[in-house]
């Protein structure tokens, strides 16, 4: 069966991509192209020049270019067709394509699950991809770059390569169990099953930093009403995109934006200002901020500085001093004095942000792990590691620890994707875009 | 210099692709390649798999092809980029490349208006390329596919030679007028005139067709409050797009849906229903309705069987009696019965819409114009030729006879972009999009 689908991204434009894979793709696209009769021999990756036709109707004049089996994208032969960027053009070329027995339309996310399927790069690789493609800050750009590149799936070929070096040690001891031999001691196995653990935790430890990377910062504003929150997300985003007004509790819904700082996204959530209020909605909205002030990273904690505030958050908070312009205040270190009106302490403000979260310069480091599926398969394993270390300790045999240390490689596996299950990749390419 | 763009649509997808023309675009691309080395002798139109590099720095991986001067789309040296359809790839490729001295962001339609500037279509076919990329139905996909084959181009040529002929004629006469030659007739030139303005009046009547092959049929829905304007409009769209309730003066604003019919398009507005109101919002409604109904191809006047009104509209208007599910009617040919309720006379209304204004038949003549730019001109050289005409009529000699001829030619000669002024020619391209 072969898979196509458009690859460009929807709308009017100079060009759209169509994308094809599978077996028997170049005599099938072929004959629906003006320069047939030239292509009894095919240059792959070349772009040909030619009429795209229906049943001999003109449809559009394309480029078209042919891949090798082996050495395409997906692994299988394949084909590209650039036409003009016209959404009617693609619907005429798809539709024209699907009336094919043997083409139908690619899932989400197909044309790199062969690649995957393929072996032509591992799931870590492949989840990689995607990330990259939603990727929104040069952190989360850098982040998914050096995954797809590989440099994760090496990290977890070590971690891979430590733990069978252990079920050796293990097997060989069984096979040899009722000879007289130098059996390694318990307490170095154990040892090396802390080595292991110990490497998997800074992995597990590296989630928080690289979860910043991909996902940017998650921000909080939080305060009085009437304190300048709003005011304070105008600021940041320098131009009117939030509605502002003297009336108090006109944010009533939580609002979010997103700015770049360094290289990292700051996704800033204005929340409706806490208070007593009979409004329905307003409360609702209330409810919504509490649950955005839990989950930030950083709570900024807007004060009047012409009626400072009492109240304290909990968390993560810079107490941020607005109005300054009006009222000086004495700070300390977790305070930012700023002006929304003048824009004094602005970028301060944001550079503070970002040094009380993670480290202001974009150094990534390969065990910086931002998939939360990874997270759970490295917290899982390390607790199969510790069952394995546990059974040695309580003096099981070897076959039990054998067991336990072959799950934790299992539960490794799920991670590149030689252990998972189709259940659990299906729903990671369910979530790419059409066409890729 | 060298202009590059985004040439595939913005967004997140599989594949974006950014296109550069001008000299040495080949020369400065390279350098941005790891396999720059390998590029000593580059084969055109072949796809390169390569990294692309800023100042070494890794930005994706990406295919290259390069296109010959002369046998690319602009007619210049050119370069496609293909990477990852994400915007923020596609944002440091082209930082990377814009930081060349000789590199510049491209225009609003620079690259076709390049190709159009390069002798390799005229300006009819350029404008041809933007309408197919906006065309939203097949009429509208076939008429500016014909045009940009060329099918226009080619029956204003035939005007054009018509009208050399007539000059050729006055010029030999003026060139022989002291010599005791045979002069062809006076009213054969006249003759030869009307013939000529006959042919482009056959154009400037296509343009109602054309302009309907290109925007679509323009419906007004019109009636009392509470016909049931929106439930047709719902009914139309299969849909519940539109607010519907039993409030009078739901819609107060002009609401605009698209369907295909037989391939064309039909823009169906639902306005305000026309009432006595206090409501200042709502008569701001109504007036905007009332221009909508001046504009109509077609006005759907919505009437409630089980309550008719008595009011009549204006214009080419079909008579849509609603709920005759509650209550059956007696119509004549400019009526249709319908039932929001159960669906029922909607096909046939739609169906009866469009043979009202156009052939049901989605047949596409060559001289269905559908540029405004071109009726005017047209016009324009219609009233020319008739001075011509007039000038021969009363006896004035063939100096001036020609002058008018010649002002027709030029006036002519401004829709394939002969003697079109830059003003107009930036114009057309600037409402291009960016990368086509």
């Known amino acids: 069966m072969i898979i196509a689908a458009l690859a460009s991204a929807p709308g009017k434009a100079g060009i759209s991509v169509i994308r094809l894979s599978g077996n028997d793709t170049i005599k099938t696209v072929k004959e629906y192209l003006s320069i047939e009769e030239k292509l009894h021999e095919i240059v792959y990756n070349k772009l040909y020049l030619t009429d795209f036709l229906n049943e001999g109707e003109f449809i559009d ?7 090798k089996e082996g050495h395409s994208y997906t692994g299988e032969e394949s084909a590209e067709i650039f036409c003009h ?6 619907r005429k070329i798809l539709e024209a394509l699907y009336l094919e027995k043997n083409i139908r339309e690619a899932k989400p996310g197909e044309f790199t699950e062969k690649r995957f399927m393929n072996g032509k790069m591992d799931l870590v690789q492949a989840e990689a991809v995607i990330d ?13 770059t050096e995954q797809l590149k590989g440099g994760l799936s090496e990290e977890l070929k070590k971690i891979n390569a430590m733990l069978i070096e252990l079920m050796s040690i293990l097997e060989l001891e069984l096979d040899f169990a009722d000879e007289d031999l130098d059996f390694t001691p318990n307490d170095e196995i154990t040892g090396k099953i802390d080595i292991a653990v110990e490497v998997i935790n800074k992995f597990i430890q590296g989630y928080q930093k690289g979860r910043i990377f991909r996902d940017g910062i998650k921000v909080a504003l939080v305060g009085d009403v009437n304190v300048g929150k709003s005011s304070l997300m105008n600021a940041f985003l320098k131009s009117d995109r939030v509605i502002v007004t003297d009336i108090a509790g006109t944010t009533r819904d939580v609002i979010e934006e997103k700015i770049e700082v360094n290289g990292y996204l700051l996704r800033i959530f204005d929340t409706a200002g806490i208070r007593e209020t009979e409004d329905i909605i307003e409360n609702e909205g209330i409810s919504r901020s509490r649950r955005i002030i839990e989950e930030a990273d950083i709570v900024l904690h807007v004060i009047d500085s012409t009626d400072p505030s009492e109240d304290e958050y909990a968390g993560n908070v810079i107490k941020v001093y607005n109005k300054t312009d009006l009222e000086d205040v004495i700070i300390d270190e977790n305070s930012v004095k700023i002006s929304c009106k003048t824009g004094s302490g602005i970028e301060e403000l944001k550079h503070k942000i970002v040094k009380n979260v993670i480290d202001e310069e974009l150094t990534y480091r390969p065990y910086y792990i931002s998939n939360v599926r990874h997270l759970n398969i490295l917290k899982e394993t390390v607790s199969q590691l510790e069952q394995a270390k546990m ?22 596996g799920e991670i590149t994707g030689e ?13 790419f875009c059409i066409g890729k």
Chains 1, 2 share one sequence.
Do not use: H, K, W
């Open 419 to 431: 252990t998972t299950s189709m259940d659990i990749i299906n729903n990671i390419f369910g979530s």
């Open 61 to 67: 004049q394309v480029t078209v270019a042919f891949f």
């Open 391 to 412: 059974s040695i300790q309580q003096g099981q045999n070897n076959e039990v620890v054998i067991v336990d240390m072959r799950q934790a490689l299992d539960t490794l």
């Open 85 to 90: 960027g016209s959404p009617i053009i693609v």
């Open 132 to 144: 990259l493609i939603n990727s929104e800050s040069d952190a989360a750009y850098i982040s998914s």
